[in-house]
């Protein structure tokens, strides 16, 4: 067990490492030469063989992956061209709604999906199936966008229920910035509840099929107990692993919902830097979202073993 | 000690839609004796597992019984009318009354629950006692179906056991509530010959000290004669012949009885002695024959064959489906 551990931590800082030189790759296999691009076209020549100089790019291409590892290893990213400020700073600043929003949106859409997709699983084939099934397909197509204008135009601007937009300014309290995630969560959940019903109901209908639900029928428990005992705690295994996926992808994903409410997430930062060419930022967003990818697979990982005594590493 | 505790009565089950359903069982009749084995016999598709799960009240989504009776008596002498029965009663008999163990020992524990946990769940659902007392009357229960190290086994998962193993967690969780009844549903099938011997030597045991009826399902007629009192023989959703085990085998009534009892392996072989097997196969059952399902088989078949008979009793206690019974006897 603690080998295995080992092991998986060794693991991660490999595929750490390999992001750091991916994203060091592709920022560099981007088309033209990052000083004159961020310059733009008026320009001098001067300008622009300053601005190498000061982001080492007039250095051998070797040289330059050393020093960003070396960097990179002391928790230094880089600096910002946009916000001149250090990347792990401005991270630091947009990680907590990304986060946030990634969490509650999930909670939303586990709380919608797991008990409908579950009835459903249990009902196959009946009217009532089909028509839960088809309504969470047409919930979820809706785009996010539209979804979230439609709640800040009713709940928001009519009823003033909560917060339009934004992340309540730099001094916000906690309080308050949670109350800005409500829109936002259940816009994203409203959307992701569609997959993970569908996972449910698909999950479910496999266990409910197993011999050992019969098993439990025949032992003369009631239904309730059958499906939430003896089949949702097997159906369950495959669901945390679609869930724990999902939750890494929301973090940096969000970006229509980060937009439409205007969340400094890490969505938003990451369209932004591409934009405005600022790499430092758009390989520190890689970074992190490589990172909580290999955190998350490593808990899913683990909670199946708490779960399932015939896993074994 | 020789009352009735199981009746069935021309028992007919569907699938699928109720105007025109695929009938699985079409004329299903036996009746079983406190403390008796009956072993429900025929070849693969022959409704032996459907009669089963009627039984239990389990049947998969689609199978509802069409007519027929199944009267059950529990162990208090209260007499249960089985296709009568709210869902609410027909659950809390299964475990104290009727229980059942599968053929497929591997897969028909819960791979996520200790064996304790599993066997002693029949008890919180069935019996008020805390869980220390669950826990000891489970490990006690372990201790009956000889597994060894009770004690320890009780905390360990499915997947650390062998299929024998498994197979008598099953036993021990289906006997725990002491039901008056236990349907056995080739339980053997899927385990190799030795363990399959120690097996029915302790669903024997068993029998003998808590005086259960078993109905006992297979399709091997070694295990009929080591195991059966009576003998119900199926073939096509309908049971062809009904006897004691003795008479069954010296006086088999029915064509298709014979045919099975031909095609035993004899276990001290002449040099020139060989397997008879039935010709032909099991027709399907939305293309039956009319009157007698086995004829387009029977080496006696002739029209009169066509319209049918109903199981009849033919000596004291022996009952058989054929218009040739004392030809064939
Ligand atoms: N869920 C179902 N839906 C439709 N038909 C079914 C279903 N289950 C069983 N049947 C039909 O009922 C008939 C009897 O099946 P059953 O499983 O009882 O046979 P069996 O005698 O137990 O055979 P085996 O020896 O292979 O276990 C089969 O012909 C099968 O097609
Ligand atoms: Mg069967």
Known sequence: ?313 | MSETILTVEGLRVGFGRKASPVVALRDVSFALKRGETLALVGESGSGKSVTSLALMGLLPPGGQVMAGRMDFTDRAGTRHDLTALTPTRRRALRGPGLSMIFQEPMSSLNPLFTVGDQIGEMLLLHETLDAKARRRRTIEMLELVEIPGAANRVDTYPHEMSGGMRQRVMIAMAMICNPALLIADEPTTALDVTIQAQILDLMRRLQKDLGMSILFITHDMGVVAEMADEVAVMYAGAVVERAGVLDLFDRPRHPYTRGLLASIPDPDPKPDERLVPIPGSVPPLTMLPKGCAFAPRCPLAEPACERGVSLTEKAPGHFAACIHSEEVA
């Open chain 1, 1 to 313: 067990m603690s080998r295995y551990l080992t092991k998986r931590i060794l693991g991660m800082f490999v595929v750490i490492f390999l992001v750091l030189s991916i994203a060091f790759v592709l920022v560099r296999l981007a088309p033209g030469d990052p000083a004159s691009l961020m310059l733009g076209p008026d320009a001098t020549p001067q300008e622009v063989d300053d601005l190498r100089a000061r982001l080492g790019l007039d250095r051998p291409i070797l040289v330059q992956y050393l020093t960003f590892l070396a960097n990179a290893v002391q928790g230094d990213l880089g600096t910002s061209l946009f916000f001149n400020q250090p990347v792990t700073q401005v991270l630091a600043g947009r990680a907590e709604p990304s986060i946030l929003l990634a969490l509650f949106s999930l909670v939303v859409a586990l709380v919608i999906a797991t008990p409908i997709g579950i009835w459903a699983a249990y009902r196959r084939g009946t009217p009532g199936d089909q028509m839960s099934v088809t309504t969470a397909m047409l919930a979820a197509s809706v785009p996010s966008f539209l979804t979230g204008l439609i709640f800040q135009r009713y709940l928001a601007t009519d009823l003033g229920w909560f917060p339009v937009s934004g992340y309540g300014g730099p001094d916000a309290s906690f309080a308050t910035r949670l109350e800005h995630l409500v829109l936002p969560s259940i816009t994203l959940g409203i959307t992701n509840s569609a997959l993970i019903l569908r996972f449910t109901r698909a999950s479910m209908l496999d266990i409910l099929g197993e011999d050992y639900v019969r098993t439990a029928r025949a032992k003369g428990m009631s239904e309730r107990r059958v499906v939430l005992r003896h089949a949702l705690k097997n159906a369950g295994i495959p669901i945390i692993t679609v869930v724990g996926l999902t939750f890494a992808l929301l973090v940096s994903g969000a970006v229509v919902t980060e937009r439409v409410f205007n969340l400094p997430g890490m969505g938003n930062l990451a369209v932004g830097a591409v934009l405005r060419r600022d790499y430092p930022v758009v390989q520190g967003t890689l970074i992190v979202v490589a990172a909580i990818y290999v955190l998350v697979n490593l808990a899913t990982d683990l909670l199946y073993l708490v779960v399932d005594k015939r896993v074994k590493y």
